[in-house]
């Protein structure tokens, strides 16, 4: 095995956090629900303590051991554990049966865990523009003149959803009032001490337990700031004696330390330190065992903490290990009815939760305003709650970017129940900086290099202004400011003001030659009044006025595009509407633009004409398999010809695959394009690698330079691409109709 992945999952035992998501139906639990009673006099028989310890994705063998406990009739009185071991544990003190979780476990996937942000389709066409740009993660805040960052790598509000469901036990109650009496441990990371928890609220509770530093954002519970219980009692058996223990029965998944030739990396030194802590309290704790205790230690082999995608796999090898200790288990069992009797208690009815609720609340928003994030929600008052609707309210909010943490409470007051949600601000904003990089080659003479900063300043004001710069340098060099201002805490219409430079060349082609370069910029200023389609689309209609200029840098004079600067003064429609679920890979959804320029000399213009384009793209995948539809067309409204400075430049990968990157230049276009791609890998927190084909017809009319090709055109392509860290990259080859090819690669934004 890589030591070095090896190493990473076993720091990032947040993973931990997900399995719970596979453990729990979203049923809400009764707080007038008795405790189980022991099913014998506790007197006549001992008192049974389960301790369930830590491992990330490890934990699933407690699935596999609790499996042997019920076959040899063993009755648990109470149940202490520690990150997974509390996840697994909460849901088994609550009511959950062990084919329930098994049947859930086998749906669980590192994939499904770790994305935290909604579905595309539920962002805010801003932060959905983004995406068009150069621009990759992660974002960093600007705070007093510093840079700073997220405090994990998974702010844990997916592992939230995932802990909402299995926690049944809604509001904030007592542990020993549970089925089976239960504790969870966590670690103060101001002071460094355990904290054992005894009442509370269940899902927060497990949070706070599974809290990995750097991987998982700490919990806030009762003013401590909390992070996983494995630094200080991985395996609580001392919680367990505390219960009232006379016999423990302890399963340890905790990972063993890394040998020497693992420790080859920053990340593996990092990881082996949080393993030599966990490890010496895990030694502490099995000291404390009794020659009547049972210790059950699982053969994980080299399953690490991150294995989600292996939990079934892993599962029965916690049945295996519980089968070893089948002796000692025997002689702790109950007669058949009296097992059922307890079990028949331990396993509670649940029902739904119907009760309405009668007010939201926000807590603690310092700038955002409370009616804005209402605005988001699809939960409403004096209705009874939907846990899936609540949960995609959730992520809806935090999707909003202005926010580390999101959760919510219930809190029943005399005569009224408020749904509470708190929305904990970024502690690192509320200004914010990204970077982007884009790199391009076609392997012969054309290969470009740009980096991208963005800076934003976001709730300049109480109906959530922000003020984004975007600054661009390489082949095309740019700056971008505009000062978004909502009109309403709905953000429904906007007006914009904004300035803008560009400059840029482009190459000229009679056929395959390159016969002249163009220099091309403009510097504008304008103002945009629109309106935004909750998450569908956006409408923009303004007015801009600057200066353009073209200029022949290498060709013959006759190319020349005129003026080396002529005025700009216009009006521009433009609409959008996306519901793509990914930009650059998606699989399911669709998209659509308008866009109208109307130049005129009223306005202050040198020329007057009319441009304008629109294209579509639809998706549709079955399973693996995906079909991407894609059409484009532009050309000139009136009798006025488009400038040369301002055609249509095409030509380039998946635009006529085979050609150049902006070969082809004329004034008006057609284009359609039928894509299948495959995904050939998954991943984690990217979407992966694709392998795909293309077939692309397209027609460019009235070409600036005699000779090129203005007749139909034909081109397919080849093509693999991946999601990564930097942004999506690809390498292809296209070929056209007429004998034109050529090889692709690109990183960032490419078509």
Request: glycine content about 10%.
């Amino acid at each position: 095995m890589n030591s070095k992945l090896r190493s990473f999952n076993k720091f990032s035992g947040v993973f931990a956090a997900i399995l719970c998501a596979a453990l729990l139906p979203g049923m809400a639990w009764s707080s007038t629900t008795p405790a189980a009673s022991p099913a014998a006099d506790p007197a006549k028989r001992p008192k049974i303590c389960l301790v369930l310890s830590g491992g990330g994705a490890r934990g699933a063998a407690h699935i596999g051991v609790l499996k042997v406990l019920e076959r040899y009739r063993v009755p648990i009185d109470c149940i202490a554990g520690t990150s997974m071991g509390a996840l697994v544990g909460a849901a088994y003190a609550t009511g959950m049966q062990i084919d329930e979780m098994t049947k859930i476990t086998g749906a669980i996937s590192t994939e499904l865990l770790l994305k935290e942000e909604p579905p595309r389709e539920e962002l805010s066409m801003q932060r959905k523009q983004e995406d068009y740009t150069l621009l990759f993660g992660p974002e960093f805040g600007v705070v007093g003149g510093s840079l700073k960052l997220p405090k994990g790598a998974v702010t844990g509000v997916q592992l939230e959803t995932v802990l909402r469901k299995l926690s049944k036990a809604k509001g904030f109650h007592r542990f020993d009032a549970l089925p089976i009496p239960y504790r969870a441990v966590a670690t103060n990371l101001v002071t460094g001490e355990a904290v054992v928890f005894k009442e509370g609220e269940l899902a927060n509770v497990m949070r706070a337990s599974m809290s990995v530093p750097g991987a998982v954002a700490p919990a806030e519970v009762g003013g401590m700031l909390l992070v996983d219980g494995m630094l200080t009692q991985n395996l609580p058996v001392q919680v367990a004696r505390s219960m009232g223990a006379d016999i423990v029965i302890a399963v340890n998944v905790g990972t063993p330390l890394l040998r020497r030739d693992q420790l080859d990396g920053i990340l593996g030194v990092a990881s082996q330190m949080v393993s030599i802590l966990t490890e010496q309290n895990v030694q502490a704790s099995l000291a404390l065992l009794k020659p009547t205790d049972i210790l059950i230690s699982p053969e994980l082999g080299e399953y690490t903490t991150a294995d989600f995608d292996s939990l079934i796999k892993i599962a029965p090898l916690g049945e295996a290990a519980a089968e070893k200790v089948s002796a000692q288990l025997a002689q702790l069992s109950l007669p058949a009815a009296q097992y059922a009797a307890l079990r028949q208690r331990q396993i509670v009815a649940l029902a739904p939760d119907v009760l309405p609720i009668n007010e939201i609340r926000f807590d603690h928003l310092r700038r955002v305003n409370p009616e804005t994030v209402l605005g988001l929600m699809e939960t409403t008052v004096d209705q009874p709650l939907d846990q899936d609707t609540l949960d995609s309210d959730m992520r809806r909010i935090y999707g909003t970017g202005d926010f580390e943490h999101v959760n919510y409470r219930l809190i029943d007051e005399p005569g009224r129940r408020v749904l509470a949600v708190d929305a904990v601000e970024k502690t690192w904003g509320p200004n914010f900086l990204r970077f982007g990089l884009g790199l391009s080659s076609d392997f012969s003479s054309n290969a470009y290099f740009d980096l991208a900063i963005s800076y934003r300043k976001r709730w300049i004001n109480s109906l959530g202004a922000n003020w984004r710069t975007l600054l661009q340098f390489g082949r095309t060099k740019s700056l971008l400011s505009e000062f978004y201002q909502p009109v309403n805490t709905t953000g429904s219409y906007f007006v914009a003001p904004y300035v803008s430079f560009v400059s840029s060349s482009f190459d000229l082609y009679q056929g395959d030659n390159n016969i002249a370069t163009y220099s091309t910029g403009s510097s504008l200023i304008g103002v945009d009044v629109g309106t935004q389609f909750q998450r569908y689309g956006e409408l923009r209609m303004g007015l801009m006025t600057g200066t353009l200029s073209a200029e022949l840098d290498t060709g013959p004079p006759e190319l020349s595009p005129g003026p080396g600067r002529v005025a700009e003064g216009a009006a521009r429609v433009k609409l959008v509407l996306d519901r793509l679920n990914n930009t650059y890979f998606p699989r399911s959804g669709w998209r659509s633009t308008l866009d109208v320029h109307s130049s005129n000399t009223a306005l202050g213009a040198s020329d007057s004409y009319t441009k304008w384009s629109a294209d579509a793209m639809a998706v549709y995948s079955l399973g693996e398999h995906t079909f991407n539809a894609y059409v484009k067309a532009g050309g000139r409204i009136g009798d006025n010809p488009l400038p040369r400075y301002n055609q249509f430049q095409w030509g380039g990968f998946l635009n006529q695959s085979g050609y150049k990157t902006g070969q082809l230049y004329g004034e008006n276009l057609a284009f359609g394009r039928l894509m299948y791609y495959h995904r050939i890998k998954r991943a984690s927190l990217l979407e992966g690698a694709y392998g795909g084909v293309s077939l692309e017809l397209g027609k460019l009319g009235g070409p600036l330079v005699f000779g090129s090709p203005d007749d139909l055109l034909k081109s397919g392509s080849l093509f693999i691409g991946a999601d990564t860290p930097v942004g999506p990259a690809y390498l292809g080859f296209g070929r056209a109709g007429d004998g034109n090819q050529s090889f692709y690669f690109f990183l960032g934004r490419a078509f």
